[in-house]
């Protein structure tokens, strides 16, 4: 099984960036966490992070290798459409993660353009939600 995890803009920053919601660990240390769950279960985890739109979606284009794309589009969620009809343009199978939970922060967060075609969505839960996104896929091998 292999599963590519996408970031999006101000991602990077994890570790430094408004600790209070998005926590303490940086984006290395969050994926050393899901490359060593991925090991434990045999599964194969590529990282991608950007800043910019286009280059997410031209990322997306070329993931047709992948079997599940786990995605945190930040910003990009409540805005993006391209990155929507990325995901559609090839067929993705994926989950959508948010560290934070976006239903109880602004108005403006509360809108996700790829929700409605996600497997599912775990927001709240912290860097952990990459790792349950893992632990989903792979009780689908049950
Ligand atoms: C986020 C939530 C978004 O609203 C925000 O723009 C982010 C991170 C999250 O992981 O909680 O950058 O996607």
Redesign the pocket.
Known sequence: MKILFIN????NMLGTREKD??GNLNLDEINNLINEKAEMIGAEADFFQSNVEGNLVTKIQESRDYDYIVI????F??TSIAIRDALLSINAKFIE??????YS?EDF?QNSYISSIAIGVI?GFGHIGYLLALDYLNALRD
Request: hydrophobic share 35%.
């Open positions: 999006g803009p101000n991602l919601v998005y945190n589009p930040a910003a969620t409540h993660v948010h560290l934070s939970n976006i922060r967060r927001s």
